[in-house]
Nanobody, 124 residues
């Protein structure tokens, strides 16, 4: 069993930065691919980024590539999402996800564990 708790959300002006954290409980954190998703008001949840258990492979949605960076610290059971050059269209609730399978995290279908989300608001 893995529990995920996101933090770091808030309000920022366009062009600013935020760093999201997702703290995981459970001894097997280092075995899981971790990911970030987001859901804007009135829209479907969408994939943002994923990182393999070792951190050796990362994947980004085209909309955030070059602006967002995912990383993880297995010693701290935490995954991060550094968000730079934020845009108003990045406004959403951001969710952390965990699954053994990398492709499952990227697609978001059948993910084993989800956090409850943290709100990011970017004003113009």
């Amino acid at each position: 069993q893995v529990q995920l708790v996101e933090s770091g959300g808030g309000s920022v002006q366009a062009g600013g930065s935020l760093r999201l954290s997702c703290a995981a409980s459970g001894r097997t954190f280092s075995s899981y691919t971790m990911g970030w998703f987001r859901q804007a008001p009135g829209k479907e949840r969408e994939f943002v980024s994923a990182i393999t258990w070792s951190g050796g492979r990362t994947y980004y949605a085209d909309s955030v590539k070059g602006r967002f960076t995912i990383s993880r610290d297995n010693a701290k059971n935490t995954v991060y999402l550094q968000m730079n050059s934020l845009k108003p269209e990045d406004t959403a609730v951001y969710y952390c996800a965990a699954d053994i399978n990398f492709r499952t995290v990227v697609t978001g279908t059948g993910v084993d564990y989800w956090g409850k989300g943290t709100l990011v608001t970017v004003s113009s």
